[in-house]
């Protein structure tokens, strides 16, 4: 081998090479290591859609900044992505590098529609349960109760949105939505009323038994004024009624529910 000057050759080239690429991997790290580079300044903004209301200055300082390691090079956008995703309120957050010694954090925020299950969570407009601060949320608008089994979050929220176009129709909407384990529906409108609408095969039954209340609801009014308590509309053929002087049905006899 050592008489074969070809391979000397290539043997020391390649060495070379490999001291040069250990020299400059080494300057490299020596220049991105200087404190021009370390983070002077982290923005954070909203997003295009909503301006922040209740993400503030002391909770980030608290709850995401002490996560961010590394300088404008070294720190990993990911993590301090998920450090600004885990402070109440927010939803989704985007970071990018801003040359040379800056982080600019976008935050979207979550929109509060009402608060879910029986632990003070709250839920956002779009199906998202988080934790935050009530009073904060009850500031914003007036909060609708939902419960539902876990995981079927979005699903009560689509279902809140049809039933408060279809209450429209007789000025009501719903103010607590709840769907059972074993998949039956509750809604308490906004005059105190409390509709029993069961088990249902498919959305088109669900509608039917709504449209059935609505048609009625004017007598009921007429008849027992503010004194209707709860309506059940799990019978095919009629309705039961629950009102401050008693209870009664309407319709055919009601069947077994």
């Known amino acids: 081998m050592w008489q074969d000057a070809k391979l000397l050759n290539a043997i020391a080239n390649a060495l070379f090479g490999l001291v040069l690429l250990v020299l400059l ?21 909203g997003d295009q859609k909503r301006e922040l209301r209740h993400v503030n200055a002391l909770t980030i300082r608290d709850q995401a900044l002490p996560k961010i390691k590394g300088n404008f090079f070294t720190t990993n956008l990911d993590q301090v992505r998920l450090a600004f995703e885990s402070v109440p309120w927010v939803r989704r957050a985007s970071v990018q590098r801003v040359w040379p010694d800056k982080l600019l954090v976008s935050l979207e925020e979550h929109e509060v529609l009402g608060t879910w299950g029986e632990d003070g969570r709250l839920i956002s407009t779009a199906g998202d ?3 935050a601060n009530l009073a904060e949320a009850e500031e914003d608008t007036e909060l609708v109760g939902f419960i ?13 949105r ?4 279809w209450f429209a129709s007789i000025n009501l909407e719903p103010e607590e939505v709840a769907y059972s384990s074993r998949y039956a529906w509750t809604v308490v409108l906004n005059n105190g009323l409390r509709v029993e609408l069961g088990k249902v095969q498919d959305q088109g039954g669900l509608k039917r038994r709504v449209d059935q209340l609505i048609k009625v609801y004017p007598q009921l009014v007429t008849r027992l004024q503010d004194r209707i ?3 059940d ?3 095919p053929n009629g309705l039961a009624l629950q009102s401050g002087s008693g209870g009664f049905g309407l319709g055919n006899k009601p069947v077994a529910k």
């Not at 539902?148 to 809140?160: D, H, L, R, T």
């Not at 049809?162 to 176009?165: M, V």
């Open 229 to 231: 308590i709860s309506v």
């Open 148 to 160: 539902g089994p876990e995981g079927s979050e979005k699903e009560v929220i689509a279902q809140y």
């Open 25 to 45: 991997a080494s300057g490299v790290w020596w220049v991105i290591q200087r404190p021009i580079f370390s983070l002077h300044t982290v923005r954070v903004e």
């Open 129 to 131: 349960v988080f934790t």
């Open 162 to 165: 049809q039933f408060k176009d």
């Open 233 to 235: 509309m799990r019978y």
